[in-house]
């Protein structure tokens, strides 16, 4: 009889490298502990005529063991030993991989100086190669607390060591965060808050300029994130000339 399964579990095996049917199975089996083909199609609903080419795959990939006879019984190897094969295998092969582009040895082409990121993942991790290099002076502006949050340690070592300056629309907002900070004038904050484009609100969340030679913008759109790379210095100047220009004339100092 078909039973539903936990379509997250059939996810996380996807990422794994089965296709949905084979993971379905693979599934089925464990459930069973040992069964037919037939056995499995019907408790997963894998289709019939594909159900003994997937057993198949599973039997080369490790997954299961064959008991030949009529018919056909399989059983499931246990999960504790198939996902860590799955996890040394990963391991190993990142590792091979890492060691072998590192080995490329090409001169990099001339590129652009503007940039374009839009996976949150590689956001975060260009925000903190940028942060890792700072020398002299970085200058922040933030709207959003929770994101500036998530840099906290790497900004907490950038005020020993260099220029330090964060710049927020609304203090009373960032009052958790340990840092002190410069707040933007009232016209400023109000323009952040309605830039509209083709009918379409963008949410400014953060901005950095380092040392004057590199800059990186964060907007969001609904749940989406996007990123604008720029290593101009004349436009790091006059970015860092507007941020100037928008300050209200008070420095604000938190409390420790």
Known sequence: MFTQINPQLIS????????????????????LREGTAREIHELTNVPRA???????????????????????????????????????????????????????GYELPKTSPVWCIQSDWGI????REILAGVKEELIVFSSSPEFLKEFETELKKLE??????IIVNEID???????????????????????VIEGVRYNEELFLIADGKESIGVHSVGD?????????????????????????????????
């Open 124 to 127: 975060k991790n260009r925000i």
């Open 12 to 31: 996380n095996l996807e990422k794994l490298g089965l296709t949905e049917n084979e993971a379905k199975a693979y599934i089925g089996l464990v459930s």
């Open 50 to 104: 594909k159900i003994y080419e997937i057993l198949k795959v599973l039997a080369k990939k490790g997954f299961l063991e064959v008991r030949q006879g009529s018919p056909i019984h399989y059983r499931a190897v246990d999960p504790k030993q198939v996902i860590g094969k799955i996890k040394d295998e990963f391991i190993n092969c990142a590792i091979e991989t890492l060691d072998q582009l590192n080995e490329l």
């Open 173 to 195: 907002r960032f009052r958790s965060l340990p840092f002190e900070f410069k707040e933007t004038k009232k016209e400023f904050a109000d323009f952040l808050d309605n830039i």
């Open 160 to 165: 020993k060591t260099c220029n330090l300056i």
């Open 224 to 256: 989406k994130r996007e990123a604008v790379v720029i290593k101009l210095p004349i436009v790091c100047y006059l970015q860092k000339t507007i941020y100037n220009r928008v300050l209200e004339p008070s420095f604000v100092k938190k409390d420790r």
